[in-house]
């Protein structure tokens, strides 16, 4: 039985224990929309999911990993300086200290352990800025499974660093020069893919959207960054925060940093990449400016024109660059308790260039939307405690840095 919330927060216990519903769907967001040649593999998916990820023998695995080669759980850092800066009291949950160098690893992590137990001969994957490609091809060196990493050729020339990192650690990385050549064209790659061997493959998708149950799955995966931050503030503010922010793409590590704050009387506030301003093309933010639709498998909310066609998006960030959204994302916008807004890309490099200097650590500049968002949240609430989700650190991002924020640098 599905519910339909039309405003106002659904009860902690529906929230979170209850979404989704046994078709996949949050609201009336979210379920399988797919053809059917993949119908048997997901089934098979879900089924492995069902049986798998509520073990106590997969979770002792899991948290074994989480903790013993990813580094977990990462720190919770007191900002001193943005919070004088900002006169706020800034507090970082720091997945950029995780191994590989985001929270990408906890989802890659989880699902290459669940391939090895569906006897999966070969892990396939999808990246858009190359952190869940480094991840997963991290995950499946470490298990021993080949990788074949599907990559937008817009992404890999600008997250060049990560393709070398891939292939290093022994992954095939394949550009794919049709459609948006950026995230919406390696997911498409990576489902035709898997169509063609649904048997031996697993399909490691790299955020919580796709057809149910991925986006169930992700969230599972991802929930630790929010279990620890929300037990990490208890111990070391005092407190549960104000507000937790973090930046959306397909929404994984927002997510998972909200979910075990859904019953609490936490804020929550989602930022989306802004890009170049508001027009349709200009950017990626899907919540703020979106309709709904069905993409790659799943109801939610889209940027699409009047005619139902997916627009080209925007942003300086390639794993925000995404004209789509996860369900649960849709359907917490639509009851009311997530707070979705957008940061441009100017907004967003001033605020990884302040995060470097006053803090000394450089955000992934999809991360830095979340720093924007944070900065004009302390504007509008003086004093207040506010957590911010630091999905990854900004190596990569290296390349753009130097044509963008470095350029006038002497
Ligand atoms: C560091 C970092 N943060 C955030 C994202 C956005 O993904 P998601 O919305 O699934 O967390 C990405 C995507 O590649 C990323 O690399």
């Known amino acids: 039985m599905s519910t339909q919330f039309s405003a106002g927060a659904p009860p902690a216990d529906q929230l979170n224990a209850r979404y989704p519903d046994m078709k996949g769907r949050y609201g009336r967001f979210g379920g399988r929309y797919v053809p059917e040649t993949l119908v048997p593999a997901l089934d098979r998916l879900q089924a492995g999911v069902s049986r798998h990820l509520p073990s106590a023998d997969f979770q002792a695995e899991f948290a074994h990993e989480l903790k013993t080669w990813v580094g977990r759980p990462t720190a919770l850092t007191h900002a001193a300086a943005l919070s004088r800066r900002w006169g706020a009291e800034v507090w970082l949950k720091r997945e950029d200290l995780a191994h590989t160098g985001a929270h990408k690893i906890n989802n890659a992590v989880g699902q290459t352990l669940l391939a090895r137990r569906l006897g999966a001969r070969r892990i396939i994957a999808e990246t858009g800025a190359g952190q869940h490609g480094v991840a997963s091809a991290a995950a499946a060196a470490r298990l021993g499974l080949p990788c074949v990493v599907y990559m937008g050729a817009v992404d890999v020339e600008r997250q060049a660093p990560n393709v070398g990192r891939m292939q290093l650690m022994g992954a095939t990385v394949v550009p794919v020069t049709g459609g948006d050549k950026t995230l919406r064209a390696a997911i498409d790659e990576a489902l035709r893919d898997w169509v063609s061997d649904p048997d031996g493959t697993y399909y490691s998708l790299g955020s919580a959207v796709g057809p149910h149950p991925y986006p169930y799955l992700v ?192």
């Open 219 to 410: 969230r599972e995966l991802q929930a630790v960054i929010g279990r620890e931050a929300r037990a990490q503030m208890l111990e070391q503010a005092g407190a549960l925060p104000d507000v937790a922010i973090a930046c959306v793409g397909g929404g994984s590590n927002a997510i998972g940093l909200f979910h075990p704050f859904l019953g609490d009387t936490v804020q929550l506030l989602g930022v989306e990449a802004g890009g170049r301003g508001v027009g349709l093309g200009d950017n990626a933010a899907s919540l703020t400016f979106g309709t709904p639709g069905v993409l790659q498998g799943s109801y939610s909310l889209l940027l699409q024109d009047a005619d139902g066609q997916i627009q080209e998006t925007h942003s300086v960030s390639a794993g925000l660059d995404y004209p789509g959204v996860g369900p649960e994302h849709a359907f917490l916008k639509q009851t009311g308790r997530v707070a979705y807004e957008s940061a441009t890309d100017e907004e967003t490099l001033d605020a990884l260039s302040e995060c470097a200097r006053a803090e000394g650590i450089l955000p992934a500049i999809e991360t830095a939307h979340a720093f924007a968002g944070a900065r004009r949240y302390a504007a509008r609430h003086p004093g207040a405690r506010i957590l911010i989700g630091c999905s990854g650190r900004g190596d990569k991002d290296m390349p753009i840095l130097q044509r963008t924020v470095l350029k006038d640098y002497r």
